[in-house]
Every structure is written in structure tokens, then in C-alpha cells.
């Protein structure tokens, strides 16, 4: 069961989680972006948050989808969005901007500047982070 922060509202796995807290809108995160980058996370979002267990929240600079650890991480940039997610191999080549390792699995970033870039393969990598961590 969810625990909510008394101080920032936002939904976490415990109440020992860690977490940036202070209350930040969705709408602050878009705010001066195109109607393009907010259909574009809309899309993601109603993909995403729909999983069991998933708990959505909002810092300074990103939105986090949480299942048992943050599995995927939208950050609204000027043009476009940073996607996050996570995988077990290393993944290389377009649409991957970024492949690290990081803490025994990669951190992986796409840039994403509108609706026609989703592609079924995005949201099999982003549930395979899902059910990574």
C-alpha cells in the first residue's frame, strides 16, 4: 500500500523511501513547452501509469513512474523529452542517445520531439524496466 508524504503529498513505495520532497505541479513542468510535448507525455503517461502498482510523481525537473524502484523517468526539456529507463544489457544505437552502467544494470535515454517517434518497441524497453526493478 502507497504511503503519502505528509509534507510534499506525493505518493511513495514506504515511508522510509527517499525522495526530493516539495510539491512541484505537472503543469509547472510544462509550462512555455509545445501542445506536441504535452500530447507526447499524455501518450506516455496513459501507457505507463496504467501498470499495476505504479505510483506517478512530480520533482523540480522530471516526472517518476515508481514501481518497487523509479523504472522510467520523463524529464520536459525546451524541445523535447529525456526519457530514462532501465535494462539488464547494454543497449546501443538509434533511437538510444545515452547507454550507461549504473549500479549493476544501464540507464538508458532517449530524446523523443513528438507523437510519430512512439513506437511499440519504446514501451516493451520501458515495461522490461518495469519488470527489471
Same mark, same amino acid.
Given at each position: 500500500?502507497?504511503y503519502t508524504c505528509?509534507?510534499c503529498?506525493?505518493?511513495l513505495?514506504?515511508?522510509?523511501?527517499r525522495?526530493y #520532497?516539495?510539491?512541484?505541479?505537472?503543469d509547472?513542468? %510544462?509550462?512555455?513547452k509545445? *501542445?506536441?510535448?504535452?500530447? =507526447?507525455?499524455? &501518450?506516455?503517461?496513459?501507457?505507463?501509469a496504467?501498470?499495476?502498482d505504479?505510483?506517478?510523481?512530480?520533482?523540480?525537473? #522530471?516526472?517518476?513512474f515508481?514501481?518497487r524502484?523509479? %523504472?522510467?523517468?520523463?524529464r *520536459?526539456?525546451?524541445?523535447? =523529452?529525456d526519457? &530514462?529507463?532501465?535494462?539488464a544489457?547494454?543497449?546501443?544505437g538509434?533511437?538510444?542517445?545515452?547507454?550507461?552502467?549504473?549500479?549493476g544494470?544501464?540507464?538508458?535515454?532517449i530524446?523523443?520531439?513528438?507523437?510519430?517517434?512512439?513506437?511499440?518497441? =519504446?514501451?516493451?524497453?520501458?515495461?522490461?524496466?518495469?519488470?527489471?526493478l
Open positions: 500500500m502507497p505528509p509534507k503529498e506525493r505518493e513505495t514506504s515511508e522510509s523511501q525522495h #520532497c516539495a510539491k512541484v505541479s505537472l509547472s513542468l %510544462f509550462k512555455g509545445s *501542445p506536441e510535448l504535452i500530447l =507526447l507525455f499524455d &501518450k506516455l503517461l496513459a501507457e505507463v496504467d501498470w499495476p505504479v505510483l506517478v510523481g512530480t520533482t523540480p525537473n #522530471c516526472i517518476t515508481v514501481h524502484q523509479t %523504472f522510467f523517468v520523463i *520536459p526539456m525546451q524541445k523535447v =523529452l526519457l &530514462k529507463f532501465y535494462s544489457e547494454k543497449m546501443e538509434p533511437p538510444i542517445f545515452k547507454s550507461i552502467a549504473t549500479a544494470r544501464f540507464q538508458n535515454n530524446r523523443l520531439s513528438n507523437t510519430n517517434e512512439l513506437r511499440p518497441q =519504446l514501451f516493451s524497453w520501458i515495461r522490461g524496466s518495469y519488470e527489471l
